[in-house]
């Protein structure tokens, strides 16, 4: 298992409300990637951080966003919750930005939208 | 655009026949290559990696060759046995300075007894 951790484990929410995700990176990590993975399919990468600050982002629009906290640990926050956004979120930590560096990934979060 | 196939999307075998997953990416400055095995109801975790400076790289009973000419690399299992039962994933690299990989489908693996 790999040092990264993530809460909550499930959450059922509403469409139109927002919701915020957790994720505690494994120790020497300084980066967090953020995916979305569909039932089905594989991990979509939504952003990563760096030192703070947001360092690449894929195709998903502004009301995805994210934080990162000096210690390394990040959130993944979405506003205006809509049914497609049900899906495993998962972070995945990294001992550097680069696209070379291993990514290993916490458990996910299993958010439900109805 | 970019882009990673995976084939075959279901691949089921007798335990101790090999098991071979195939990837074709799109990007040519992809230069990591991890692939994944996701068991149900957990996290996806990496069972190995290649760089794009080596054409293969062995662990114990699985392994992974490179063909950067042709943007195809291939996970390879031998003797396979039923705790090999999983969805595989690979994965390309894509330039840009930061972390962003791109996954294929997936490939449900089945071995059975």
């Known amino acids: 298992e790999t040092g990264v951790t993530q809460s909550p484990t499930h959450l059922i929410k509403t469409r139109g409300q927002q919701v915020t995700l957790r994720c505690s990176s494994q120790?020497?990590?300084?980066?967090v990637s953020w995916y979305q993975q569909a039932l089905g399919q594989g991990p979509q990468f939504i952003f990563q951080?760096?030192?703070?600050?947001?360092?690449g982002r894929g195709n998903f629009p502004p009301r995805f966003s994210g934080l990162q906290f000096p210690n390394y640990s990040s959130e993944l926050n979405v506003n205006a919750l809509e049914l497609d956004d049900s899906a495993l979120y998962l972070c995945?930590?990294?001992?550097?930005?680069?696209?070379?560096?291993?990514?290993?990934f916490g458990p996910g979060t299993r958010l439900t939208v109805t | 655009g970019e882009n990673v196939e995976q084939h075959p999307s279901t691949l089921s075998v007798q335990e101790g026949d090999s098991a071979v997953i195939k990837c074709t990416y799109s990007?040519?400055?992809?230069?990591?290559f991890p692939w994944y095995k996701q068991e149900l109801g957990k996290r996806p975790q990496l069972i190995i990696d290649?760089?794009?400076?080596?054409g293969e790289k062995k662990d114990q009973r699985i392994a992974v060759t490179l063909n950067k000419t042709a943007k195809h690399f291939s996970l390879h299992i031998t003797e396979t046995q039923p705790e090999d039962s999983a969805v595989y994933f690979c994965?390309?690299?894509?330039?840009?300075?930061?972390?962003?990989?791109?996954f294929g489908a997936g490939t449900r693996l089945a071995v059975h007894p």
């Open positions: 995945a930590s990294t001992r550097g930005r680069g696209g070379d560096y291993e990514q290993y």
């Open positions: 120790s020497g990590h300084n980066t």
């Open positions: 951080y760096y030192r703070e600050e947001e360092n």
């Open positions: 990007d040519s400055a992809s230069n990591y």
């Open positions: 290649i760089r794009s400076n080596v």
């Open positions: 994965a390309a690299s894509i330039s840009g300075g930061y972390n962003k990989l791109i």
